[in-house]
């Protein structure tokens, strides 16, 4: 029905976001290719003013041949896999527990959602220092308290304690969002359910859940995104040891710690293929419920 | 009969979720405990939950160490400056592709969305030498233009799957009425978009206040935010938990307040387009 | 930014006080350690002098590394002194990314700097940053528990020895353990302590061609011997402990020795943060009879970065923290045993400091450390916790997350050897050495 004046309006008010955006994604992406060429190491008096050797694809090939790399990879998915498992599994729940009738509903929602404003430091931190130390934290004395060995977190279960820790600052969103839409569930197609006598797994199955997946998506994309790049929770707690190093980690290595700039660019070359393999898996996947 | 059934009901499920809230909500709860106590109580064995001698001395050092004020202010004028200068790019944006969309709508947000997959320490070194060259190191400007790039594509999402539950209907009314475009947007989609605007610049608030990455590589004094205020107690010689808790409650004290104070807004607008 | 320097620089220029010809407000990166926060303290000190306003920039210290590296490569510009390490200063003095620091007053006395520390902060003879302070290792030890255990600890002990004496003062009921010591992943961390123990059983990171030494006989009998040692009488999670964990072990009572900084003497004998301050003995580092011990040299030092507008209140800030006076400052307030200790011989033939019960095992404990020839067979790298090559800090925090991973259990000693060559062969090779 739009019509061809309506038509150029909206592209020229749609121009400075795609604009900028082209921009902030071209100029990086195009230095990152560069130098991704080239020796740059900066420690080594290598700089762009006197000029970069050009070295083909050997940084890309050491990437790919380091032993960092494949483990990378796996931690990178275990973690996002894990965040998102939990997150969701126990958002769903935690969403139909606050959608019951109940006392203090608001504080209690004030308290599930506030971890998600502490900031990646700050809760890294805490976990890190006050929870999982295993002498002095928390966990530690619990555990004594049982009469068990603390657990050394960090190095021992160092992937589930990240998990963990992630999921933390996760679990608020994804319960909100899957809260909303429970809300906006039909409660009498649920109290006719109820009626016919479906037992509550069934109930959960056949009409919370269908109803959810859309919902679900939007957790899914949106971490997704977010998860691939954490890095504060990685730096503070383990420093990559004890194969916590994710792939975006592995770059961070690269380029700071090792101040190889063109290894690290050839890596960052590598992380963008791979979110966009997962993104169009993502799509492929979920896309459909996305009607955007 | 079926009343008291109900209240029974009732009655487990606010425990059940006060415990797990109570949960979820500890470890903030202990840090703000924590930052109360001295250094020795804070690690005394067994923990010391409520029964210590509470002392604002931890905030004193803290304060005296580092002026708090300041960076509070670089965080507040950053979070907010990229928050609405990204709002303003993106209302447009979002009006289009929310009234006028076309065939490649969801291709255009989903490209935005993938910029975000750019993994920020692989462009460290090209933006560095960017800000270098523009005299944008650290500059609040610099780190506004930053932030808000960073969180256009969640910006112009939330605000699309919004607008696109406003009947288009109104729209044309207007229209027929002889408004402009520019009318139209602003005396007829806005205001009835004002819940979903409110809630998207709540969530992008909070995003660009916790952004840790580049606002600490990218600053040193004048744009230092309480992102680099918190790195100066990250680790330092000897185990000072009190101190630690005292600077994370000051460096998350602000935006949990505005958060909880704006949940409802926050909440009612954090679909994304999830409900339909 | 411009603006309200210019602003703060004509206000300060009113007052303007002696000896200043302009006052500049300076930008210093530095590292959140207690003596840095210290020093802090007393920047008025310096403004009251000079005229200078100071800006600090504090960070935790792996932060503050990557924050001022890339700086520097790139020629940020952000800052107008920074705080780094033996490390660093060589490399960057190399090329020419610092203010030379060869015109410093006759009244500052640069001569007076410990040779061992000026030595490590220059770059062929020319020296590019000051010592603000500066350590070695050395043992340090509960002398109650050393008694109950009924030894003696000699002042030049072997690694058997430690080894014995940390079995006998292992009480897992009270919660002491023996030894405590560095095995956090990181260069600087339990990296550094490793590289040094190392030294002390004949081993050496690189061999002359620059070809990594992690397949020999002499690594893996300095991890075997860590790990044995840590898993008999060491504490639970050692394998993530660093200086900071181990200090607050320490303070709590719950070693019965430790091999650490000696910086960090004057935390655990100062009684307000330590439970046992009153029965902490020192001892050089160990050795096992081969020539060398296993103490390492660092020091923490303020450089001017090239390029800065502002090197002359920079200079003033130098000569300022890192003076005799600065430490007569902090003597006066704080006491003799709280000033910035292991930078200047004056330091050392101050009556008043030599009554500092960890002054002499200090001192004897840097004279003892030589950066230029720090292994027992000939190596091509300065240094001893490290080498001084660029690509050292990349490579041993890799190396040492792989050692890390062994001392948690999660692999033997023999594969993260293994590994560990194969990472350091393949870097050296990406960066040309081989």
């Known amino acids: 029905m739009a019509t061809q004046h309506s038509r150029s309006a909206a592209r020229l008010m749609m121009a400075p976001a795609v604009i900028l955006l082209l921009g902030w994604m071209l100029v990086p992406l195009t230095m990152t290719l560069f130098f991704s060429f080239k020796k740059y190491l900066p420690l080594r008096g290598d700089s762009v003013a006197n000029g970069l050797e050009w070295v083909g694809f050997a940084n890309y090939a050491r990437f790919l041949s380091s032993s960092s790399f494949w483990p990378s990879v796996q931690a990178t998915l275990i973690i996002v896999g894990g965040v998102l498992v939990i997150t969701i599994v126990f958002g769903i729940l935690l969403a139909i527990l606050l959608d019951q009738p109940m006392w203090g509903q608001g504080v209690v929602r004030i308290m599930v959602i506030a971890p998600f404003f502490v900031m990646p430091t700050v809760s890294a931190l805490v976990w890190k220092n006050m929870f999982m130390d295993p002498t002095n934290g928390i966990l530690a004395h619990l555990w004594k308290a049982f009469g068990a060995e603390p657990v050394q977190w960090l190095s021992q279960a160092s992937l589930p304690s990240l998990i963990l820790i992630v999921s933390w600052q996760w679990l608020p969103f994804a319960t909100l969002i899957l809260l909303t839409a429970i809300q906006s569930l039909d409660s009498e197609q649920l109290e006719a359910a109820e009626m016919d006598g479906a037992p509550v797994l069934k109930r959960f199955w056949f009409i919370i859940l269908p109803h959810l997946s859309r919902a679900i998506t939007i957790v899914i994309l949106i971490q997704t995104i977010f998860l691939l790049a954490i890095f504060a929770e990685i730096f503070v707690t383990t420093g990559g040891a004890f194969g916590t190093k994710t792939l975006s980690y592995l770059i961070f290595q690269r380029v700071l710690e090792s101040q190889n700039v063109g290894l690290g660019s050839a890596g960052g070359v590598y992380a963008i293929i791979l979110a966009n393999i997962l993104a169009v898996l993502l799509m492929r996947v979920v896309g459909k419920n996305l009607d955007a | ?276 | 930014m411009k603006l309200s320097n210019a602003l703060r620089a004509a206000t300060a220029l009113s007052v303007m006080t002696t000896g200043a010809a302009f006052a500049d407000t300076i930008t210093i990166a530095t590292v959140n350690n207690g003596d840095m926060i210290r020093m802090q303290g007393y920047t008025d000190d310096f403004t009251a002098k000079t005229g200078h306003d100071v800006e600090w920039v504090t960070l935790e210290e792996n932060v503050l590394r990557q924050r001022v590296t890339t700086d520097i490569t790139t020629k940020g510009g952000a800052f107008d002194i920074m705080t780094i390490g033996m490390y660093e200063t060589p490399i960057w003095g190399a090329n020419g990314w610092l203010v030379p620091l060869d015109n410093l007053s006759a009244e500052y006395d640069a001569g007076d700097i410990l040779p061992a520390m000026a030595g490590g902060l220059s770059h062929e003879g020319t020296l590019y940053a000051a010592p603000f302070y500066g350590e070695s290792s050395m043992i340090m030890y509960r002398t109650d528990l050393m008694e109950k255990a009924g030894m003696q600890m000699p002042d030049a002990p072997t690694w058997d020895f430690i080894r014995e004496a940390a079995a006998a003062m292992t009480d897992r009921d009270n919660e002491i353990n023996g030894i405590c010591l560095r095995g956090k992943a990181g260069w600087g961390e339990g990296g550094a302590f490793i590289t040094a123990m190392s030294n002390s059983f004949g081993a050496r990171w690189f061999d002359m061609e620059w070809n990594a030494q992690f397949d020999t006989d002499a690594w893996a009998n300095t991890l075997n011997f860590y790990k044995g040692m840590m898993d008999e009488s060491g504490p639970a999670g050692y394998a993530t402990n660093g200086f900071n964990e181990n200090l607050s072990l320490f303070q709590q009572g719950k070693c019965g020795m430790w091999i650490d900084a000696t910086v960090a003497a004057s935390f655990v004998t100062n009684p307000s943060d330590s439970t046992v301050a009153d029965s902490v003995g020192f001892a050089l580092a160990p050795d096992t009879g081969l020539g060398k011990r296993s103490n390492w040299l660092w020091a923490w030092a303020l450089a001017i970065p090239a390029g800065t507008q502002k090197q002359d209140a920079a200079t003033q800030f130098i000569e300022w923290a890192t003076s005799k006076d600065y430490i007569e400052l902090v003597a006066a307030k704080e006491g003799w045993a709280n000033v910035p200790p292991g930078a200047r011989t004056s330091l050392y033939e101050n009556e008043n400091y030599k009554s500092v019960p960890f002054a002499q095992m200090t001192l004897d404990s840097i004279l003892s450390a030589d950066p230029n020839n720090s292994t027992v067979e000939p190596s091509p790298y300065v240094g001893i916790q490290f080498a001084a090559i660029p690509e050292f800090a990349g490579i041993a925090t890799e190396v040492s997350q792989e050692f890390s991973a062994a001392y948690a259990g999660q692999q033997s000693v023999e594969e993260a050897l293994a590994k560990a060559q194969a990472i350091t062969n393949d870097a050296m090779e990406a960066a040309g050495y081989r």
């Open chain 2, 1 to 276: 009969m079926a009343r008291a059934a109900t209240t029974q009901r009732k009655a487990l499920n606010t425990a059940l979720a006060w415990l797990i809230g109570f949960l979820i909500f500890f470890p903030i709860l202990w840090t703000i405990l924590t930052s109360f106590k001295t250094e020795a109580q804070a690690i005394a064995s067994p923990p010391i939950f409520l029964n210590f001698d509470w002392t604002l001395e931890n905030y004193s050092v803290v304060q005296e160490r580092s002026d708090y004020m300041r960076f509070l202010w670089n965080s507040i004028i950053l979070a907010g400056g990229s928050t609405i200068l990204g709002t303003m790019i993106a209302i447009p944006a979002a009006w289009s592709m929310a009234f006028v969309p076309s065939k490649r709508t969801k291709d255009i947000l989903l490209w935005m969305l993938s910029t975000k997959m750019l993994p920020a320490v692989g462009v460290l070194y090209p933006i560095y030498l960017l800000f270098i060259q523009l005299g944008l190191l650290d500059s609040r400007a610099g780190l506004v233009i930053v932030l808000m790039l960073i969180n256009l594509p969640i910006i112009v999402w939330m605000l699309y799957t919004y607008f696109r539950e406003i009947p288009g209907e109104i729209l044309e009314a207007a229209r027929m009425d002889g408004a402009t475009l520019k009318e139209e947007i602003l005396y007829v989609l806005t205001p009835m978009a004002i819940p979903g605007i409110a809630s998207t610049l709540l969530l992008n608030f909070i995003l660009a206040w916790n952004e840790a990455f580049w606002t600490l590589n990218l600053t040193a004094v004048d744009a230092a935010p309480l992102t680099a205020f918190i790195a100066s107690y990250s680790s330092p010689e000897g185990l000072f938990f009190a101190k630690l808790s005292a600077a994370s409650t000051m460096a998350i004290a602000p935006i949990l307040i505005l958060g909880w104070f704006s949940q409802k807004q926050l909440v009612r607008g954090l679909t994304f387009g999830a409900v339909k």
